[in-house]
């Protein structure tokens, strides 16, 4: 709420024609219907406290990625539901009972915004829940039974782009429209102009978050997920995503548990003061491994460490690291999607590094274009709202996109494939650590 006040002091309430919504998709709120009060803590994405969930449901996993396009794994939203209904006193009897309401944050904040008065979602949300059916575009009830949740928790489903609702004037001062809701990774394709078949756009943030739309039809993949991209006028964009756990936040952990560097831009300086890894990869496995391979037992690894290594190596190894999950990605989705990109859209903080975005290039072979604007995600909700609310068209809204730079490969086949193959070894060393 404070982010928006200040934002309407600063260029005036009247001047904004509508608002759009962008959150963290799988993070799940419960909060009681009458009072507005969560009833427990939000549950982040990356929390894994709900693995013991997943592997008692294991034998479903098939019919749950045939229905939902997701792996079962505790990076989705309906285990944690779940979890806070069997352990948080007093939520089942709530849930039963109708006095408790669930949603992802962008549900929760449009709670809040309205007054109370509107409790919904939309796809790109919704399909990141574990239990919502995006063939049939609806909440699943035989998954809502498989987790035990109640279809009265849930929020109502509309399109992307509509006429959700307006903020309450005691927030905003008058009654501002709320005309767009969508997921940040699918808000952050849509700003990259992703509506386009081809375009595929990496978000380097917390975690790593590549997605390419495959227009009406689900293209079909065992090792990345199935997704909503949005779904406006009636008509549904299916996307194909894969989703790395631990992107900028291993550069955050050497900041912060490690205390190597003191800021993440001293990684860029480290890294370049070397020639070359020199042997030294890091596997940053600190939540187990999300796309392509989904292990929640893989743990993080250093490998190569030697009398000479030094902290240079290891920020350069965790830049690295960044780079070589990206190409682990992109090669799925290049067989999924049956095509091959020319170029990849960047954007999100770590994409400021030049450092890890020419590695990037060099290791993919592929032109890396890094736009003006990084923090592609609140301009995709802008502009999906704008054009909803008439403030832009498509054109328009497009040609705001404006790219800074581009990272063109310098590196040979033979150079290229030795680093990669080095980090598959590693990556093969991580897997299946913590099976207990």
Not at 309 to 325: D, G, K, P
Not at 359 to 369: C, G, P, R, V, Y
Not at 376 to 396: E, M, P, Q, V, Y
């Amino acid at each position: 709420m404070k982010a928006l006040k200040d934002v309407l002091s600063a260029v005036g309430e009247d001047n904004v024609v509508s608002i759009g919504i962008t959150n963290q998709r799988e993070t799940v709120v419960l909060w009681d219907k009458q009072t507005g009060k969560p009833v427990y803590n939000a549950i982040v994405w990356q929390c894994r406290r709900t693995r013991e969930i997943c592997d008692r449901l294991s034998k479903h996993a098939a019919l749950i990625k045939r229905k939902t396009g997701l792996p079962l794994d505790p990076y989705f939203s309906a285990t944690k539901i779940q979890w806070l209904i069997e352990n948080v006193p007093g939520v089942k009897e709530g849930a039963d009972k109708g006095d408790i309401l669930f949603g992802t944050v962008d549900s929760w904040i449009l709670w809040n915004l309205t007054g109370g008065h509107v409790h919904a979602t939309e796809p790109s949300n919704a399909s990141r829940t574990l239990c919502y059916n995006i063939h049939t575009l609806d909440f699943d009830d035989e998954l809502l039974d498989l987790f035990g949740i109640p279809r009265r928790l849930l929020p109502e489903v509309r399109e992307s782009g509509e006429l959700f609702g307006t903020t309450d004037k005691k927030i905003t001062g008058r009654e501002i429209p709320i005309t767009a809701i969508l997921g940040d990774q699918q808000a952050a394709l849509f700003a990259q102009g992703g509506w386009e078949m081809g375009v595929v756009k990496n978000t380097y943030g917390t975690g790593l978050f590549l997605m390419t739309t495959t227009g009406t039809k689900v293209a079909e993949s065992g090792n990345l997920i199935n997704t909503i991209a949005w779904r406006v006028a009636g008509e549904v964009s299916y996307a194909i995503e894969g989703s790395v756990f631990i992107g900028g936040s291993c550069i955050q952990w050497l900041r912060e548990g490690l205390q190597i560097i003191k800021s993440s831009a001293d990684s860029e300086q480290l890294a370049e003061a070397l020639e070359s890894n020199e042997g030294v990869y890091f596997v940053p496995a600190l939540v187990g491994l999300g796309a392509p391979y989904w292990d929640p037992s893989a743990r993080g690894m250093i490998i190569g460490i030697t009398r000479g290594t030094r902290r240079e190596h290891f920020a350069r190894a965790a830049l690295e690291a960044i780079a070589y999950q990206t190409r682990d990605v992109i090669e799925e989705m290049e067989n999924a999607a049956g095509i091959k990109f020319k170029n990849l859209r960047v954007d999100g903080g770590a994409a400021e590094n030049d450092f890890l975005m020419q590695f990037q290039a060099d290791i993919l072979n592929t032109t890396i274009e890094r736009p003006q604007l990084i923090e592609t995600t609140a301009f995709g909700a802008a502009g999906l709202s704008g054009i909803i609310s008439g403030f832009w068209d498509k054109n328009k809204f497009s040609a705001a996109r404006k790219v800074e730079r581009k990272f063109t490969p310098n590196w040979d086949a033979e150079k290229r494939n030795f680093y990669y193959s080095r980090w598959k070894k590693a990556v093969a060393r991580s897997l299946n650590w913590s099976s207990e």
